[in-house]
Every structure is written in structure tokens, then in C-alpha cells.
């Protein structure tokens, strides 16, 4: 088999082979899209009540194999367990809460002179959802249950160095007695299979995650064809120390080392008030020097290997080894491992304090008061996330509404929460995903006037 027709999963931690997998090409991006068609009419004529029973037995499924899951993603991806453990439950509990969201999905009537007129939200039809490797299953299940809730079928194509468990799911979709061909996932290059399902017109949706740049080329095809597109792209989200703040508890290191740096909303920017400044540098050494880097199926391990060679030499690009920082340590390889490291001599438009690193790297910058936090804090392409950590409330909200980001989080590092919105300003995204609004926007707003006076 050539490179192009097979994908080689790696385990990042080892660099040894967890398993080989076909790679789709446009002629199985065809005939997957042709029978989620079909699979998707019968599915969208269900009753509402019927699709969520399924659901929630695909739910019960997932439950019962979430350790599995888990040690898949472990060998796959590099997480270490209890992230795993975390993301195979974020799936699972979103599916319960997608599957009570089919029975909510409901139309209006509005009072007009003449007639009755009411709204119906319909389903798109096939929602095309392309994934990342950062947290392969969470982000599939994100794009994924909430169209499938709303009444489509889902084509996903993971990326191609975390295929296994997303396949995973959906053997899990079809156990739990979902119909055939309504949810798919295709292994495969972005740059053949991805854009292939951009590009299909009977793909009503993309749902994409990954780089800024990718997303781009996909809004940029997916406007040729006028289709909706909604995108989860990068970030470089600030963390903003104010002196007055439980200064241990907000330089948190995990706030940017969870996952390795491989998250988008990771506080890579540590803006601290100058009075504090030392005080945080101080901290920060010390947790560095004790983050235990390793083994991620090691229940004792905080932070694995990053996910590739490739994203290894990035990272490696970015940070030079001489660089002013705060390092902790790493094992040698086998595997793609890269310290902890806060970076303490950067400007604040240096290409590491503006570019997002994607590994476990921040830079360490003081500001003067809040005014100068604000501006530093908004002075970036990006606008994911962010925290702030303040006593004073009214400057808690002041600050909060004045940061341009899609998720903010007020004496708190967590930006996550299934039933809440999550995305992104300016270049990290458009759209939502997730809380209560996730199941409309698979739908199209039917409006019907019905005259009385015919
Ligand atoms: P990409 O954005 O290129 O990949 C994300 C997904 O898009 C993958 O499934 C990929 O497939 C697919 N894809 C790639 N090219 C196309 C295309 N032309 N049309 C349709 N789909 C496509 O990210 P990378 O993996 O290249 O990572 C590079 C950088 O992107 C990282 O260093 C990080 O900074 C950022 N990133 C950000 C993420 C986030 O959540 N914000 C997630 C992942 C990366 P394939 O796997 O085959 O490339």
C-alpha cells in the first residue's frame, strides 16, 4: 500500500506501531455521504422522543467502555489516564444531554394578522465534521452528537494520527443499535479526504477544529459552495495575575501544561501585575522543576509526550533551547517529549508570545495596571479564552467584559463545560459549540404561514 492509501498511528510515547488503518479517499467520501443520505431521512422522520431513547443507549455503551476508550487514547495520543478517563466521560455525558436536547428542539408560532405562522427547526442532512488530534474524542463527540440529536447523520474524518478512537465510537454507535451509516467516521489525509468532504455538495455543515490556517482554506471552499461552516480554531489565551489575587492558586502551571500545551484554550500568556511579578516567577520555578513528566498510562504521570515528530520539530522551532526560561525536565526519547517551560524574556509581540506554541510552553509578561493588562491581554490575533484573577469584583467584571474572547473564566483556569457555549473571537473561530444552543445550529429555520381567510 502506498503512503497515501494507509495511516500509521504511532504511540507518541514510544514511537512504536498501535495499529495500521485504510485511508479514505474522495470515491469512499462518495459513497459514505450517498448512505448517510439515506440513512439521515429515515432518521430525521423519527420521532424525537425515539431518537433520544437511542442515544442514551449509545451513552449507556460508551459508559460501560470508557476505561477502554481511555487506554486507547493513552497509547493513540499520548494523554496521560486521567485526562483520558475525562475526555471518554466528556463524550458520554454529552450524548445524554444532546439526546434530552432532540426532545426540547422545538418550533414557535407567532401571532400574525390573516393566518397562523409557525417555525419548524429541520434538520441540515449530512453534517461533515473534521477533528484534530488534541483531544481526538471530545471534539468528535462535540461536532458529532449534537447534529446527530438534531436530526442528521455525521461523516468524521479524525486526523490522521488519532483515528482509533473515534472508529471506536462509532462500532459502539452501531452496538448500542444506532441505524447504519448515520454516524461515520472515515480515516484519512486532510488534504485528500478533508477536503473532499468540504467540497461534496450534499454535505450541508462542516464542523471543523484544528489550525487557523487550515481553517481558513476550509471557510474559504465551503464559500464557493455557500454551505455553513462552524470553527474551533487557535488561540493564545492570556492569564491575567492581578496583585490582589490568590496569587498560588492563578499560576497554576496546568492552566498551560494540561495535555502538553496541546489545548487551544491554554493560558499561554501569563500577564502578571508588576508588584507580584517575582513572587509568580518564583512559584512557577519551583512547579516546573516538580511536574512529573512520563509514562502517560502511569497513573502518577502529569504531562506526556507530545503527539508527533512533526509537532515536536515546531515546537522546537519556536523555542530555542538558549532562550531566558523557567524549564522543568523530560525523558530523552524514545518519544516526542518536551519540557514544561515559561519563557521570561520575551516581548510582548515576540513570534512566541503571539504565535500559538501547541506544546507545553508559556511566556511570562508584567503589566502596569489594568488598563495595560487589557491592552496586552487583547493584543493578539486570537480570542478563545482567557482567565483573570482578581479580588475586587467590580474590576472582575469590568475586565471580563472588556477582553475579547469567546470563553473567560473570573478566578478560574476552566473554559469547558458541555452545556455551556464554547468558541472562539476574531481568528479562533466562528460559531459555537456546545450548551443549550448546539442542536440549532444543525438546524434551518422553516417558517409557515397558513392563511385562515382562503
Ligand atoms: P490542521 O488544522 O491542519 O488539522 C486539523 C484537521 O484538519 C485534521 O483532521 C487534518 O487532517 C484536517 N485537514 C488538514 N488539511 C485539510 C484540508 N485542506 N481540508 C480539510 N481538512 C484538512 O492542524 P495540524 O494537525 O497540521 O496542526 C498544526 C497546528 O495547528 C498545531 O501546531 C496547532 O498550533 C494548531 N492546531 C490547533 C488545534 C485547535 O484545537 N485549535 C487543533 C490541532 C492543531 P490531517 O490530520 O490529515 O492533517
Given at each position: 500500500m502506498s503512503a497515501e492509501h494507509e495511516l500509521v498511528v504511532l504511540n507518541p510515547a514510544t514511537e512504536e506501531v498501535v495499529a495500521t488503518v485504510p485511508a479514505a479517499d474522495a470515491a469512499d467520501v462518495d459513497r459514505a455521504v450517498a448512505r448517510a443520505s439515506a440513512a439521515q431521512r429515515t432518521w430525521a422522520s423519527a420521532a424525537p422522543a425515539d431518537r433520544a431513547r437511542l442515544l442514551r443507549r449509545f451513552a449507556d455503551v460508551v459508559d460501560a467502555h470508557v476505561e477502554e476508550l481511555a487506554r486507547l487514547e493513552v497509547r493513540e495520543a499520548g494523554h496521560v489516564l486521567g485526562n483520558a478517563r475525562w475526555e471518554a466521560g466528556n463524550a458520554r455525558d454529552l450524548l445524554l444531554y444532546s439526546a434530552g436536547g432532540a426532545e426540547r428542539l422545538l418550533g414557535r408560532q407567532i401571532p400574525v394578522p390573516g393566518g397562523w405562522d409557525v417555525t419548524f427547526q429541520e434538520p441540515l442532512g449530512v453534517v461533515g465534521v473534521i477533528a484534530p488530534w488534541n483531544f481526538p474524542m471530545p471534539i468528535a463527540a462535540w461536532g458529532s452528537f449534537p447534529a446527530l440529536a438534531a436530526g442528521n447523520a455525521v461523516v468524521l474524518k479524525p486526523a490522521e494520527t488519532t483515528p482509533l478512537t473515534a472508529l471506536r465510537l462509532a462500532e459502539l454507535a452501531l452496538e448500542a443499535g444506532l441505524p447504519e451509516h448515520l454516524f461515520q467516521v472515515l480515516p484519512g489525509y486532510g488534504h485528500i479526504a478533508g477536503r473532499a468532504l468540504v467540497d461534496h455538495p450534499d454535505v450541508a455543515k462542516i464542523v471543523f477544529t484544528g489550525s487557523t490556517r487550515t481553517g481558513r482554506e476550509v471557510m474559504e471552499r465551503c464559500a464557493r459552495l455557500v454551505k455553513p461552516v462552524t470553527l474551533e480554531l487557535g488561540g493564545k489565551s492570556p492569564n491575567i495575575v492581578f496583585a490582589d489575587a490568590d496569587v498560588k492558586t492563578a499560576v497554576d502551571p496546568f492552566s498551560f501544561l494540561d495535555n502538553s500545551g496541546q489545548d487551544?484554550?491554554?493560558?499561554?500568556r501569563i500577564l502578571v501585575q508588576e508588584q507580584v511579578y517575582d513572587e509568580v516567577r518564583e512559584l512557577l520555578a519551583d512547579t516546573l522543576a516538580g511536574v512529573r513528566v512520563g509514562d502517560p498510562a502511569d497513573e502518577k504521570t502529569q504531562m506526556g509526550p507530545l503527539i508527533s515528530r512533526q509537532q515536536l520539530d515546531r515546537v522546537r522551532s519556536l523555542v530555542p533551547e538558549d532562550a531566558p526560561a523557567l524549564r522543568g525536565s523530560a525523558p530523552d526519547g524514545p518519544g516526542f517529549w518536551f519540557p514544561p517551560t515559561v519563557l521570561t524574556g520575551e516581548r510582548h509581540d515576540s513570534e512566541a508570545a503571539r504565535?500559538?506554541?501547541?506544546?507545553?510552553v508559556a511566556v511570562l509578561l508584567p503589566f502596569t495596571d489594568e488598563a495595560d493588562a487589557i491592552r496586552l491581554a487583547n493584543d493578539t490575533p486570537y480570542g478563545l479564552a482567557g482567565s483573570l484573577w482578581t479580588r475586587d469584583l467590580g474590576r472582575a467584571l469590568r475586565v471580563s467584559r472588556a477582553v475579547k474572547a469567546g470563553n473567560l473564566s473570573v478566578n478560574s483556569h476552566s473554559s469547558v463545560r458541555y452545556w455551556t457555549p464554547f468558541g472562539g473571537y476574531k481568528q479562533s473561530g466562528l460559531g459555537r459549540e456546545l450548551g443549550p444552543d448546539a442542536l440549532t445550529a444543525f438546524t434551518e429555520t422553516k417558517n409557515v404561514f397558513i392563511s385562515t381567510e382562503a
Open positions: 487551544c484554550c491554554a493560558r499561554t504565535e500559538e506554541i501547541f506544546g507545553p
